[in-house]
């Protein structure tokens, strides 16, 4: 079965400062990787997606991710960090098309200090 | 366009007392699924529907809990008897299944407090 692993529970950054939050997933095949967003009181929003070509993608508001297939990586990362920035964020993987079943990491809270 | 409904937004009962969780999917989406969220657990995935059919409720906890989806504009998470354990946010989401993983759209959840 799929996993996904986020080392880092509470990640502290000044803004203005760049960002990059770690995800690593197991799947034996090529996976489906997503990177969601939960602001307080509020559901998960879509911030990008992976699903096959180019590993470098781009997403909203600013963020990007690279898969990195030989480390088994999906990491989230921001040049330039906002105060509006602070969130959770969670990263899930999907193994297959047409199957929106997600497995969802335990989630990284970002904290943005002036 | 309205997103994922959901009601109540926060919900405190006592033990043993039925609760009903209530969501409206986006119109036009075709899957449905309830999450749940808790500290210790984190997202948890606990059934999600078709075209209004079960198609995986593996990860619902036990018997207590039962969810239905009659039309595809309405679904519902009925915990009877709830107990404390089952204090958590519970998510629904929908998506439009089309043969590619698509975005799962969430709605603001449902707070539940069980004393």
């Known amino acids: 079965a799929q996993s996904v692993t986020q080392p880092d529970i509470h990640i502290t950054v000044s803004e203005g400062a760049s960002l990059e939050l770690r995800c690593n997933y197991s799947y034996g095949a090529t996976p489906y990787l997503f990177w969601y967003v939960q602001s307080p009181g509020q559901g998960l929003q879509l911030l990008l997606k992976y699903f096959s070509g180019d590993t470098l993608v781009q997403g909203i508001k600013g963020f990007e991710a690279e898969f990195k297939r030989s480390q088994s990586s999906f990491n989230l990362r921001k040049p330039s960090v906002h105060w509006s920035d602070a969130a959770e964020y969670f990263c899930a993987v999907g193994v297959s098309f047409g199957n929106e079943k997600l497995t969802f990491g335990t989630g990284t809270r970002l904290t943005i200090i002036p | 366009d309205a997103g994922v409904i959901q009601s109540p937004r926060h919900e405190v009962t006592e033990m043993g007392q039925e609760v009903t969780l209530r969501c409206k999917p986006i119109s036009g989406h075709n899957s449905l699924f309830w999450y749940r969220q808790t500290m210790m657990r984190g997202l948890e995935l606990l059934i999600y529907?078709?075209?209004?059919?079960?198609?995986?409720d593996s990860g619902m906890p036990e018997d207590r809990f039962s969810a239905k989806m009659p039309n595809a504009s309405f679904s519902t998470l009925k915990i009877q008897p709830s107990e404390p354990r089952d204090s958590a946010v519970y998510f629904c989401a929908s998506s439009l299944m089309s043969g590619s993983t698509g975005e799962l759209f969430f709605g603001e959840g449902s707070r539940l407090t069980v004393l």
């Open positions: 529907f078709n075209n209004n059919v079960p198609i995986d």
